[in-house]
């Protein structure tokens, strides 16, 4: 309420309506007349009731700037002078100077209130437009996008069709060129976009690397997008540098996707990031995208619950040596049964898990369960290896050589008995980073192994240079390997190349005998899927390797 009031104050100082200019004259000649009649009736201009003629005075320069505050003084001046007493009583009249005097006065108040108003109104103004749009561009920002979006879908019920740009190279080019080089380019991006659009399109910067627009003619729309998706992509030239920027589109429509502004930015923005994630040039928002977002968002804001309250737990599958038909190791697989929704496949959180630093503290609870539950195997008789899963975002965490050394010496495990997963695109992502990685995990013991081996595009020339123990050919190659020729082929080769770099050789997803027979055939040593064992907690795995102690059954 309070705030409301002050706006409409500010609002009535900046531009003061015709009606608050009109009040303003009358209460200015009113208070003039009054102030001239006061002193007169007090005893004349020697007294103290002369000092309040400057109330007009101040009124009229706030009002009307610096000439009504002059032009008042001067008024104010001749009312009291020429024709004002200075004692009524004796009937002494004011000398010349002095009241020619006090006029100069009165016009030097007039002006400088007049100045300072003046100079006040402008700031106040800057600042309204500084609240609406961004001081770099001149483009609206994000309040006042919003406000004449608000008013023009809520208001009048217009159709629109609102398009969110996401710039997607904008931080690469700023840490190559520097924060002053990305200000001109991307002024120079808002005026190109500026100037593809037609001017009754509000366009806006509504975050650094972020604009959005918003067209009420789906036609037109349809007609300038190839032309403003083609123009934007164009170079820039900077300080003599050819620029190349990349830009992904999103948009989302009123009423179709929403019914507030807020609702529609949300979902054009959600499109936008869709466009980036799958390199896109454009995609139109969808519910899919849209709940599949909030499903993940809430699903990482769960994680920290699901650590303290024990929703997590480790099952274990077992893996197969094919040369001695014996179970050799197991790997770790984490589990998440929640009190209300269930059970939560991994695939489901483990992905938006790995983009945080949530996945830091799940590997770490997973390392401590894993050889937790190894030593208690250890100690009803049963040497079983076991594999841990690493994700990108672990492997440049720097206490995870220190939380394996902490755990495995808690235990009393030996470092040769854990084996460390690590998926094949983490490890071409950051090359040198890995090799150096991996040979500290292997000078301190540890097995390493290259997961989903053959998905991520792998450099032979690096993978001789890798200290790994192992690779693990991905599920992809092995399921439906019986009669899938290409495929035996793909994994034949595999395991050639593992013997002739002298690395143990993992089939992942082996879910038939079949299957089980040709791998043995071809020189395999191990076996992991449905075929071999279904993933189980800790304990019912101890029980089934006690019941199949020589060969596990399918």
Excluded at 106 to 124: D, S
Excluded at 186 to 193: F, N
Excluded at 251 to 262: I, L, V, Y
Aim: charged share 20%; proline share 3%; net charge neutral.
């Amino acid at each position: 309420m309070l705030s409301s009031i002050l706006k409409r104050l500010r609002d009535a100082f900046c531009s003061p309506p015709k009606a608050t200019k009109t009040l303003a004259i009358v209460l200015v000649l009113l208070t003039l007349l009054g102030s001239a009649w006061l002193v007169h009736v007090t005893g004349g201009a020697q007294f103290a009731t002369l000092h309040l003629v400057y109330l007009p005075i101040i009124l009229a320069a706030l009002v009307f700037g610096t000439g009504g505050g002059i032009v008042t003084g001067v008024v104010a001046g001749l009312l009291l002078g020429p024709y004002m007493l200075l004692d009524t009583a004796s009937g002494e009249m004011q000398q010349l100077a002095n009241w020619l005097l006090r006029m100069v006065f009165f016009c030097m108040v007039g002006g400088v209130v007049g100045v300072g108003a003046g100079t006040l109104r402008r700031q106040l103004k800057m600042l309204d437009w500084l609240n609406e749009h961004d001081a770099g561009t001149g483009l609206l920002n994000s309040t006042g996008f919003a406000r004449t979006q608000r008013q023009a879908i809520e208001r009048d019920g217009a159709q629109v069709l609102l398009i969110v740009v996401q710039i997607k190279n904008l931080l690469d080019i700023q840490n190559t060129f520097g924060a002053l080089f990305s200000e001109k380019l991307l002024k120079l991006i808002c005026e190109r976009g500026r100037e593809l659009v037609p001017a009754d399109v509000p366009i806006a910067l509504i975050q650094r690397d972020r604009l959005a627009l918003a067209f009420d003619n789906r036609t037109e729309t349809r007609q300038l997008r190839s032309e403003i998706e083609a123009r934007v992509r164009s170079p820039y030239q900077i300080d003599g540098v050819s620029v190349h920027v990349d830009f992904a589109f999103g948009a989302a429509e009123f009423p179709q996707h929403a019914r507030t502004f807020e609702e529609m930015f949300q979902k054009a923005s959600i499109a936008a990031h869709t466009a980036v994630t799958r390199h896109l040039p454009f995609h139109t928002y969808d519910s899919a995208a849209d709940s599949t977002s909030r499903e993940n968002l809430e699903l990482l804001g769960m994680i920290p619950a699901a650590l303290a309250n024990n929703e997590f737990a480790v099952w274990h599958q077992a893996k197969l040596a094919l040369a001695t038909g014996r179970i050799s190791s197991t790997e770790a697989l984490l589990r998440w049964v929640h009190p209300q929704r269930g059970f939560i496949p991994p695939g489901t959180f483990i992905p938006r898990a790995e983009e945080s630093t949530l996945i830091d503290d799940i590997t770490r609870w997973v390392i401590g369960t894993a050889l937790a539950d190894k030593a208690a195997s250890t100690a009803r008789g049963h040497s079983l290896q076991v594999a841990i899963n690493l994700s990108v975002r672990n492997l440049h965490q720097r206490s995870l050589l220190d939380t394996l050394h902490e755990t495995v010496t808690r235990h009393r495990i030996d470092p040769q008995e854990v084996e460390l997963e690590i998926a094949e695109s983490a490890v071409m992502g950051d090359i040198e980073y890995c090799v150096t990685l991996i040979e500290r995990l292997r000078e301190r013991g540890y097995r390493v192994s290259i997961d989903d081996f053959g998905t991520g595009h792998s450099s032979l020339a690096y993978l001789k240079k890798l200290p790994v123990n192992a690779l693990k050919i991905d599920q992809a190659f092995i399921r439906g390997l019986t009669h899938d020729a290409s495929g035996q082929k793909i994994v034949r080769t595999i395991l050639d190349l593992a013997r002739s770099l002298h690395l143990e050789s993992v089939a992942e997803g082996v879910e038939d005998q079949k299957t089980l027979a040709l791998l043995r055939e071809w020189g395999c040593d191990y076996a992991q899927g449905f075929a071999v064992h279904r993933p189980s907690p800790h304990d019912q795995l101890v029980a089934w390797i006690e019941r199949n102690s020589v060969t596990p059954a399918a």
